[in-house]
């Protein structure tokens, strides 16, 4: 008999199949929604962290949360096997697909692993009133975990422009290193 005291619910933990049928499930609705409806959970969800924990520790959780998405997405949805410019053609259809964002590369490094992103149009912060501030801490969570799951080597991904900071794209530098992921 289960213990209805136990903290065990399966939507404390992610798991890709708990994302469940969503086609079956929404029916008429489908698959698609508002990118408002989008970033009210996520700026609610910012909101509530930050004035419990402050918006440093908000922002790490946020950070976390985007990693553990862009690995179980590239788990999921990527071919890993294919050549780095395969991957990220791929990746780069898969965001616009999904209308996440149009993601360009505008630099890699080979020797040293750096590569410099950018997403257009960002499902997170595009349009967002200019606050002179870099808000897609989720997103570089998101390609960090893409990355890593890529190349099987940690990855730290920081954004460096934002719609939200003024600019018309966001773009993140991404530094790999030797420790595996």
Partial sequence: MRNVFENNSPHAHFSW????????????????????????????????????????????????????????YAKNTLNLQLDFDGFLSGLQKSLKDLKIGILRMESFNADTGAILLTIGQDLDCSGLPVTY??????DEGFLSGILETYTGRKCAVREVDC???????????????????
Avoid at 35 to 60: C, F, H, I, P
Avoid at 133 to 138: F, G, L, Q
Avoid at 163 to 181: I, K, L, N, Y
């Fill in 163 to 181: 719609w939200a900071s003024g600019d018309r794209v966001c773009r993140f530098e991404a530094v790999m290193t030797e420790t595996p992921a």
């Fill in 133 to 138: 501030e870099n808000v897609c801490v989720y």
């Fill in 17 to 72: 199949k708990n994302l469940g049928d969503i086609e079956e499930g929404r029916g008429d609705l489908g698959e698609e929604m508002p990118v408002l409806v989008y970033r009210l959970m996520q700026y609610t969800m910012l909101d509530v962290l930050s004035q419990s924990l402050g918006l440093e520790k908000a922002n790490e959780f946020f950070r976390a949360a985007g990693h553990l998405a862009g690995t179980e």
